[in-house]
């Protein structure tokens, strides 16, 4: 199969052209926070018998039904934001008629990103201004990219998963993180494609005559597209932090 | 899986890649020249063939032109093609030796070839001896053309096997390299995926668990030890995570041990000095106390002082006032002996009126001189009548009140004896006082020596060294930070577990004393 070199001036622009559209794409400086649940579960998590004879409490409060909720959040931009930047303050909102019995800080990137809080606070953090109404208010700070807090709440009358909500300046939302399984799926579905044409590759005479040298660049496409599925199924998943609940 | 078996793994499967991929390149292009070579044979043989045609027309064309000419030179052309043309058949049998087809072949054309040369010298030969016309005949009338066509007819055959063979060759070879090619290519894919995919994902998982290293200690050196990581692998990673929270816990503990006896200090300091401050208070009021005590002491001794002073001073005025009372009842006693002289004198002169005339008349002989006197002293003696009146009735007063002083003298006396004995009494008990009080005042002594010494003792224990002891165990709280830091900065985390296991904090008794 000869290679027609008139293609390749064509080809060649439009990989240009996409390498370019992605640098520019990556090269866009643009403000972003998001948050990410890194764990959202009860407490008390026994069923059966044993859960109506156990009982945890907290400060006299029980801990039948409460959950732990850890809540990172996180500068997922390239630019900083500046404590001037947030038009509010910083919310993490239960349902209606939950109760948060307790908040605390119990990671920051850096970890001596409390000192860039200038607030003062009455509970055990600087980022703490507030928590009342199933609804925890963290005071403003310096956040450069990358940088995190992740805010650990035990609550009660828990229906659904907390919220980030704030106005931030040039951020138009506070978004969820969520993970994204775009280059296991190309891996996964290039994988499979490599099999099937490896596969349709291989002469039936050249297996009948053991003509393993014609055989074996299919067996080695064959590989390739094995590794390239396999490495698709099995992409790690992206981890945020090393909270262990 | 361990590091140490991802990396062998890595390395294995690609060396498995490179050497597979290696060993399939190598047969391939092993095939390739192989199969290069079977064309090059082909195609050096069909080449064989088309310069056999050629020297046999060339060999044909010099020796016609001799016979016809005459002429030398077309003659030696035509020797010297012979042994070319008989050098090519050699070749081409040699050339295809390998193939029994085309071997007979060969020797068929050989033949024929040999044959044909045959007969070219025979015409040769019959115009060198009968002249040109003998020969003109023969190659009129010979089989030339059967010998060409045949000739033509055996080079043909063996030329299209060649070809077809060439054909099939090329075909071959190129399909050999194009497998070669496509080995070479999907091999270098495997193995640049193999390496790429895998190192990207151990590489990520390798920066996962560091940069999840490297936020722990970073929380960890900022006193947030409850951190625990979970690198989710069963590596040597896991193993430092395992260590890392262990250390965490270890600090954790450290510290909480810390904090509990530095607030332990801070109690049993915060007692101290509230016992402190209670001994001082308590010094101070035994101060104040035995200032009071000490100036009731002095009081009472100057009172005492004062009171003996006065006692002294009494003493001695009773003493004198005795003496001055022994003189006056002395005297009393003089004079009431000498009035009751005077008065048994009287009574005996009243007794006696004789002896009261006679004193009468003394008397009044006395009263005659005093008479005379008194004419003398009339003057006076009428003055000094009602002075003697009133000094004897003074007298008598007198004799009265000494009679009174002497009793109330008496009483006076034995008052003063009993005040005397009163005043011994007194001065046994104000000595006794006295006695007690410097005993008291020893003991208040002993005690304030005592109290002197528990201060001085108290002064002397050596707040300092609890101080030194806090700020000791602070400066082993920093060091523990100082830990967590150098743990961040470091990584080594096997030498911070060492760290921490010879920094095992002991905490102190402050329950005992200093």
Request: with cysteine.
């Amino acid at each position: 199969m000869e290679f027609d070199f008139r293609l390749l001036a064509p080809l060649v622009t439009a990989v240009g052209i996409t390498v370019s559209i992605i640098l520019w794409r990556l090269n866009q400086k643009y403000k972003a926070l998001s948050y990410n649940i890194l764990w959202h579960a009860p407490v008390l998590n026994v069923k059966g018998l044993a859960r109506q004879e156990l009982d945890i409490r907290y400060a006299g409060e029980s801990l039948t039904d409460a959950y732990l909720s850890v809540v990172e959040i996180y500068n997922s931009g390239h630019l900083a934001i500046s404590a001037s930047d947030f038009q509010t303050n910083l919310s993490i909102e239960f349902n209606p008629g939950a109760v948060i019995l307790s908040t605390s800080i119990i990671e920051t990137v850096p970890g001596d990103l409390e000192e860039r809080c200038k607030s003062k606070s009455e509970y055990s953090s600087a980022f703490i201004n507030s928590v009342k109404d199933g609804r925890a208010i963290l005071n403003p700070v310096f956040m450069n990219e990358r940088d995190s807090i992740t805010v650990q709440m035990l609550v009660k009358n828990v229906k659904a998963k907390p919220i980030v909500g704030g106005h931030l300046l040039g951020v138009k939302e506070i978004t969820p993180w969520r993970s994204s399984r775009l280059l296991p799926t190309i891996l996964t579905q290039v994988g499979a494609f490599v099999m099937a044409f490896a596969m349709l590759g291989v002469q039936p005479n050249d297996l009948i005559t053991f003509a393993f040298e014609n055989v074996l660049p299919w067996s080695l496409l064959f590989l390739l597209g094995c590794v390239l599925f396999n490495a698709g199924l099995f992409w790690p998943k992206r981890r945020r932090t090393g909270f262990v609940g | 899986m361990r590091v140490s078996k991802k990396l062998t793994l890595i390395a294995a499967g690609t060396i498995s890649i490179i050497i597979v991929v290696g060993a399939t390149s190598l047969l391939s292009v092993a095939n390739l020249i192989k199969a290069n070579e079977q064309v090059s044979q082909s195609k050096e043989i069909v080449s064989e063939l088309n310069l056999l045609l050629a020297d046999l027309t060339d060999t044909v064309a010099s020796q016609r032109a001799y016979i016809i000419s005459g002429k030398e030179p077309y003659f030696d052309s035509y020797r010297r093609s012979i042994p070319a043309t008989l050098e090519c058949v050699d070749t081409i049998r040699t050339l295809v030796a390998d193939s029994p087809t085309q071997s007979g072949r060969a020797e068929k054309l050989s033949a024929l070839v040999k044959d044909r040369l045959a007969s070219l010298d025979v015409t040769l030969q019959l115009y060198k001896t009968k002249g040109p016309q003998a020969a003109f005949d023969r190659i009129k009338n010979g089989n030339s053309l059967s010998f060409k066509l045949m000739l033509q007819s055996a080079i043909d055959e063996m030329k299209q096997h060649e070809l077809a063979l060439l054909e099939k060759r090329d075909h071959d070879m190129r399909r050999s390299a194009s497998t070669s090619q496509m080995t070479i290519v999907a091999g270098c894919l495997l193995a640049l995926a193999f390496v790429t995919i895998f190192n990207y994902l151990f590489g990520h998982s390798f920066l996962s668990c560091i940069r999840q290293l490297i936020r722990a200690a970073d929380n960890i050196k900022h006193g947030r030890f409850d951190l625990s990581i979970d690198t989710n692998t069963e590596d040597e990673f896991a193993e430092l995570a395992t260590a890392f929270n262990t250390v965490g816990q270890q600090l954790q503990l450290a510290t909480g041990t810390i904090e509990e006896n530095k607030k332990n200090s801070a109690v049993e300091f915060h007692t101290i000095q509230v016992e402190k401050e209670s001994a001082q208070d308590a010094h101070d009021e035994i101060l104040t106390k035995f200032a009071l005590i000490l100036g009731q002491v002095h009081a009472t001794k100057a009172r005492l002082s004062l009171l003996l002073e006065e006692l002294e001073t009494g003493s001695g005025r009773i003493e004198e006032s005795t003496a001055e009372l022994h003189n006056r009842c002395r005297d009393i006693n003089t004079v009431s002996q000498s009035m009751t002289k005077d008065l048994l004198e009287l009574r005996t002169a009243s007794d006696a009126p004789d002896q009261f005339v006679s004193v009468v008349d003394g008397l009044l002989n006395k009263l005659d001189t005093l008479r005379l006197a008194a004419d003398i002293e009339h003057s006076r003696a009428s003055e000094s009548n009602s002075t003697i009146q009133v000094f004897t009735q003074r007298l008598r007063e007198v004799g009265l009140d000494a009679q009174r002083d002497k009793q109330e003298l008496l009483k006076a006396s034995a008052r003063a004896r009993l005040m005397t004995n009163d005043l011994v009494e007194c001065y046994g008990d104000a000595v006794n006082v006295i006695e007690d009080h410097e005993k008291i005042s020893q003991n208040i002594l002993s005690e304030l020596a005592r109290l002197k010494d528990i201060i001085k003792q108290l002064n002397k224990l050596d707040l300092s060294s609890v101080l030194e002891e806090h700020s000791a165990l602070s400066e082993q709280t920093t060091e523990h930070f100082k830990i967590g830091k150098s743990v961040a900065t470091t990584s080594s985390v096997g030498a911070v577990v060492q760290v921490v296991d010879d920094s095992q904090v002991v905490p102190k008794d402050f329950s005992k004393p200093a």
